[in-house]
């Protein structure tokens, strides 16, 4: 049974980047047809989508983040990252990662992110 | 960019009521609309992807309907592990990914 798991620091400060990790386990991140994305949701608050990357490599970024964001995977680790860079208070949120085929299924548990000093 | 719109926001039904949820897009998606449920403190759950088609595991109560602007989640008899947020989710041909605002089904 495929399984993602995010990891990365939970408090970063302002104006850093927000480095997280979404490691895949029981299958592997290079198969063909899926995508890889991250997903976040602030608190109280609804779904955003911040970006995909596919099996191939191709990257796909939320029009709104793109300046500020990267999508990266490493298959011999199997596992794919986000980095956020100049942060602000209004990125702290929970950060989802996923895989996507016809929907985002499955999803990570999801990591909380607060943004501060 | 297309604009997925959920109503009503949050919709008060009893155990055992049906549920109908609305997804609206600003212009037509095909039947690629996606819908998932989210429990708090939970990730979301794949429910419906391409309109109407149930993932595995889904109840049959659960189901979708729609295509081109409009669309429907249905729920035939709320249970009381559906109260829930329900989100509609579209990929475009660019591709993108939208999430609607959500809808909350509670208990009345």
């Known amino acids: 049974q495929l399984q993602l798991q995010e990891s990365g620091p939970g408090l970063v400060k302002p104006s850093e980047t927000l480095s997280l990790t979404c490691t895949v386990s029981g299958g592997s991140i290079s198969s063909s047809r899926y995508y890889w994305g991250w997903i976040r949701q602030p608190p109280g608050k609804g779904l955003e989508w911040i970006a995909n990357?596919?099996?191939?490599?191709?990257?796909y970024y939320n029009p709104s983040l793109k300046s500020r964001v990267t999508i990266s995977v490493d298959t011999s680790k199997n596992q794919f990252s986000l980095r956020l860079s100049s942060v602000t208070a209004a990125d702290t949120a929970v950060y989802f990662c996923?895989?996507?085929?016809?929907?985002?299924?499955?999803w990570g548990q999801g990591t909380l992110v607060t943004v501060s000093s | 960019e297309i604009v997925l719109t959920q109503s009503p926001a949050t919709l008060s039904l009893s155990p055992g009521e049906r549920a109908t949820l609305s997804c609206r897009a600003s212009?037509?998606?095909?039947?690629?609309l996606v819908w998932y449920q989210q429990k708090p403190g939970q990730a979301p759950r794949l429910l419906i992807h391409e309109a109407f088609n149930r993932a595995t595991g889904i109840p049959a109560r659960f189901s979708g309907s729609g295509s081109g602007t409009d669309f429907t989640l249905t729920i035939s008899s709320l249970e009381p592990e559906d109260f829930a947020v329900y989100y509609c989710?579209?990929?475009?041909?660019?591709?993108?990914?939208?999430f609607g605002q959500g809808t909350k089904v509670e208990i009345k």
């Open positions: 996923g895989r996507y085929y016809s929907g985002f299924d499955p």
């Open positions: 212009q037509s998606v095909g039947s690629y």
């Open positions: 990357i596919y099996y191939s490599g191709s990257t």
């Open positions: 989710q579209h990929r475009d041909n660019w591709p993108t990914w939208t």
